[in-house]
């Protein structure tokens, strides 16, 4: 009798560890080692979408797509001129590029102001975004090949094109947090 008074607490305690890890695990990027989803990337949605076939134009109306950045993490945001949370993050994601941008990492910034490049440089010149390239998608088909229902949307795709995750709605992309959850895609994406 003594045996199973005691199987019985053990076999709670247990469970309530495995549920504990569970919570931990999905909290930390859907049981992913090491990946921390905190803090100003707390809503950052890990996700495995295919590589969209997309595409947006540069300042100068070449064609642009994500293959075109074969190789390295790619972190798109969709901002307009009119969406005040995009204009809040827009400078720490310009920030961001300077910070991380490179051979490894790098931020497409798509404009989807209907008015193009006439609304959106003089704006992002007054903004002072000197870290980023200008792109452009004023009728709308990137952000919708490539899901966005909420602006702004920021999407990060590893180094063969595949989604790992998104958030909607603004963040300041150069906190602690969002540096390390980019650095951890940089880090362990094939």
Known sequence: MPIKKLAFPAAGVLAAAIVVVLLVG????DGTTGLRIEGQVQ???VGDRPRPDAQWRNENGNRVSLTDFGGKV???NFWATWCAPCIRELPSINRLQAELGGDDFTVVAINIDTGG????APFAKRLEIDNLDLYLDPRGATSRAM???VMPTTVVYDRTGQEVGRLEGGAEWDTPEALALLRWFIENSG
């Open 74 to 76: 790619v972190m798109v």
């Open 43 to 45: 809503n950052f949605v």
């Open 117 to 120: 490049e006439a609304i959106a």
């Open 26 to 29: 999905l909290r930390d990027g």
């Open 147 to 149: 899901g966005v229902n």
